[in-house]
């Protein structure tokens, strides 16, 4: 499997209903919740706002809304299309302005798929990799130490915090945390705590 790794956004015209289809990184199914909430404050004015996402390392979360329009026209037909393209941890709303011409059906159907397709297709993904979040705590001398083996290892989303210690939260891929951990223990001679956790 494959994650969106960043946001994209096209638009479609149908008989004069515009189509916005935006794809979102997402990690779970709250924050696709929370993702599609902020969707539809920003498009307050318009008809519709159709989603489906689908979440988790073997694509094990999805769900999907048709919100309002026809059952089985929009929501469906847009999860179809985002299964078939090999990509999780993925939101994909299509936001419908209608305009003035009923499409029927069939002519929904094909909107709302054609319209997560054009975004599909101009999404960048990248290979799945099981990630783990940790932190620990280390003196300003002994962490500058760990810090330069952070280039070492996949390491991202680093935050520090600077008090009578450094505070240091940060991503690492699974399969380097065992290897990370020992490095901080022996730099620090076992007196460094890492605290690891799964990333949700």
Known sequence: ????????????????SRFIAEAFPVASQAEAREKLHDVKQQYK???????????????????????????????????????GSGITNILLTVTRYF????????????AYSDSAKQVLSICKSEPYVEKRKF?????????????RKYEDFHISDIQEEYSSEVYATGIIWAEEHESFLSVIKDISKG?????VEPCI
């Not at 499997?1 to 004069?16: D, T």
């Not at 932190?135 to 810090?147: G, R």
């Not at 007196?191 to 605290?195: A, D, F, L, P, R």
Request: aromatic share 6%; charged share 20%.
């Open 45 to 83: 004015d318009a008809t519709h706002v159709v989603h489906a996402f689908i979440a988790g390392l073997k694509a094990e979360t999805s769900g999907m809304s048709d919100d309002g329009e026809p059952s089985g026209t929009a929501g469906r037909p847009v999860l179809d299309v985002l299964k």
């Open 99 to 110: 305009g003035g011409t009923l499409l029927g059906t069939g002519g929904l159907v094909h």
């Open 191 to 195: 007196k460094t705590e890492v605290s």
């Open 1 to 16: 499997m494959n994650v969106l790794s960043e946001y994209a956004v096209s638009e479609l015209s149908v008989k004069n």
């Open 135 to 147: 932190s620990f705590s280390a003196n300003y001398a002994l962490y500058e130490v760990i810090k």
